[in-house]
């Protein structure tokens, strides 16, 4: 059975850094593309970061280039996002997903930036 379950999300300044982490069960994170994804109030669920089943492509929403960073470690079957020089409307529930089965999904992350 495929899943994924998200942790580390949390309270944090403004500039500060979270890293997130996704563990998935029932399949192997280093053959399929995995992708993190954040929702906020009223809008729809946005994809932040992408990486490539082979090699490390990666991709990212153009509102965290340069400040968030996808991950992932094969040995522990998880995905990672790093998060640095957080905003405020980095606020939202984070969420991680695999293309090769799109209607999975965990209970997700809140991560909250905030003064």
């Known amino acids: 059975q495929v899943q994924l379950v998200e942790s580390g999300g949390g309270l944090v300044q403004p500039g500060g850094s979270l890293r997130l982490s996704c563990a998935a069960s029932?399949?192997?994170?280093?053959?399929?593309?995995m992708v993190w994804y954040r929702q906020t109030p009223g809008k729809e669920r946005e994809l932040v970061a992408f990486?490539?089943?082979?090699?490390?492509?990666?991709n990212y929403a153009e509102s965290v280039k340069g400040r968030f960073t996808i991950s992932r470690d094969s040995a522990k079957n998880t995905v990672y996002l790093q998060m640095n020089s957080l905003k405020l409307e980095d606020t939202g529930v984070y969420y991680c997903?695999?293309?090769?089965?799109?209607?999975?999904w965990g209970q997700g992350t809140q991560v909250t930036v905030s003064s």
């Open positions: 997903n695999t293309p090769r089965w799109p209607k999975t």
């Open positions: 029932g399949f192997s994170v280093n053959n399929y593309a």
């Open positions: 990486i490539s089943s082979a090699g490390f492509s990666t």
